[in-house]
């Protein structure tokens, strides 16, 4: 009777390893070709700065530091008119670096977070990355800056001036 449980649990282990061989190969036997693609989105970051810029989000932000910048100095709060002002050329300089200097745009994408489920989901893709240095003929990239752009409602104008810039090389990038 022992013998027949081990040879039982041994042609059990034998059935589950053939088994186990057999999808492995199935997946990672095939060509990357004949496999379902993974799908990253790409978008380009300087595009996206400028439609953050011009955006209502971010001149409510830059008109409310501009009222507590007027109401400090009708205060007379030097002090906190200099860090505001520094506040608000540190805004400039930044919104500068991200669009011609190739900064991250991580601050930018802090306001989207939350429709970033929806824009991979709507497009097709598991992935949002801003750059892609490698990827196998396994992956398809699929750049969808124009829907994520959407997502601060850019003008007319705010529209005509990234086609332009879309039209030109991308600015020179950060090392």
């Known amino acids: 009777m022992k013998k027949r449980k081990r040879d039982l649990l041994a042609l059990t282990f034998v059935i589950a390893l053939v088994a186990g ?11 990357p ?34 009222a507590q910048t007027e ?5 007379g709060k030097a002090e906190l008119v200099e860090q505001l002002k520094a506040r608000t050329k540190a805004l400039q300089q930044q919104a500068h670096r ?6 991250p745009i ?5 306001h ?20 892609v240095a490698y990827h196998s003929p396994a992956v398809e990239l699929l750049d969808i800056t124009d829907a994520m752009v959407q997502q601060f409602n850019p003008s ?18 950060a090392k």
């Open 21 to 31: 061989w057999a999808l492995c190969s199935a997946t990672y036997g095939e060509k």
């Open 112 to 131: 989207m977070k939350n429709a970033l489920p929806e824009i991979a989901q709507t497009n097709g893709v598991e992935v949002i990355s801003g750059k």
């Open 33 to 66: 070709d004949s496999r379902a693609k993974l799908r990253i989105g790409t978008y380009k970051s300087y595009i996206l700065a400028i439609a953050y810029y011009r955006s209502e989000v971010f001149q409510k932000q830059t008109a409310d530091l501009n």
């Open 106 to 110: 991580d601050s930018i994408l802090a």
């Open 71 to 75: 109401q400090a100095k009708a205060d």
């Open 156 to 173: 007319e104008e705010t529209l005509k001036i990234i086609k332009t810039m879309m039209k030109h090389h991308p600015p020179v990038q």
């Open 98 to 103: 991200q669009v011609f200097g190739g900064e």
